[in-house]
Nanobody
Framework: VQLQASGGGLVQAGGSLSLSCAAS????????MAWFRQVSGKERQFVAY??????ITLYGNSVKGRFTISRDNTMVALQMNGLTPEDTAVYYC???????????????WGQGTQVTVSS
């Protein structure tokens, strides 16, 4: 599965951004899809995942109530509201077989998209 993330950019604190991750080359519906983020020099942090059918979602504590993950037949999206400078990071989409917040369990990764939130 090839994943292509897009939608990052620069936004002021309190603003919103929507990220997208398009999938190709595999059975997209067979994968749990997730978003992670990483700040340079720090470990990759779990943001959210959504199950194969889209019926179950899980969010990291730092984004709960502000971010929403969704999916359709070929893409997964992350709607980010109420952004703060602490949300600044490179955001990665990932596909895997297990419903987990552990980045080590995901098999396929997109290239990352930069999100920068100014104060």
């Amino acid at each position: 599965v090839q994943l292509q993330a897009s939608g990052g950019g620069l936004v002021q604190a309190g603003g919103s951004l929507s990220l997208s991750c398009a999938a190709s080359g595999g059975t997209f519906s067979g994968y749990v899809m997730a978003w992670f983020r990483q700040v340079s020099g720090k470990e990759r942090q779990f943001v959210a995942y959504i199950t194969r059918g889209g019926g179950i979602t899980l969010y990291g504590n730092s984004v709960k109530g502000r971010f929403t993950i969704s999916r359709d037949n070929t893409m997964v999206a992350l709607q980010m509201n109420g952004l703060t400078p602490e949300d600044t990071a490179v955001y990665y989409c990932a596909a895997g077989r297990f419903e987990t917040s552990s980045n080590e369990a995901y098999d396929y990764w997109g290239q990352g998209t930069q999100v920068t939130v100014s104060s």
